[in-house]
């Protein structure tokens, strides 16, 4: 599946598909470097993990999601909203697990 075409199977995925959703996020957050997941922001702009505005949120919603909690209502849309944001990063992965 070329690039343009997996991304735009991969954004259509985040719109239906809530789990997918709330693992784009833990996903996100465990590319985040260390010392960005305990202070819950963005200090290197390394491309790796959520981007400045997103990483308090995006940070928060991961370890809900890792703890067991669902995300619904106003916080899936948020989710939803960070990883399509994110969706290149997610591309990359997608990419990288199909060559393994």
């Known amino acids: ?7 735009a199977d991969l954004i259509h995925q985040l719109k239906v598909n809530p789990r997918l959703v ?3 996020m833990v996903v996100l957050y ?9 202070n819950s ?6 491309g790796q993990g959520f981007c400045a505005y997103a990483a308090r949120r995006g940070t928060y919603y991961a370890k809900y999601v890792l703890s067991g909690g669902r995300l619904t209502g ?4 948020r989710a939803r909203n ?13 990419e990288r697990k199909r060559k393994k």
């Not at 106003?74 to 849309?77: G, I, K, N, P, T």
């Open 82 to 94: 960070i990883a399509i944001k994110h969706v290149r990063q997610l591309v990359e992965m997608a």
């Open 22 to 24: 709330e693992r784009a």
């Open 74 to 77: 106003v916080h899936l849309d």
């Open 30 to 38: 465990e590319r985040q470097t260390t010392d960005e997941q305990t």
């Open 41 to 46: 922001n963005t200090v290197y702009q390394n």
């Open 1 to 7: 599946m070329a690039n343009k075409e997996l991304r």
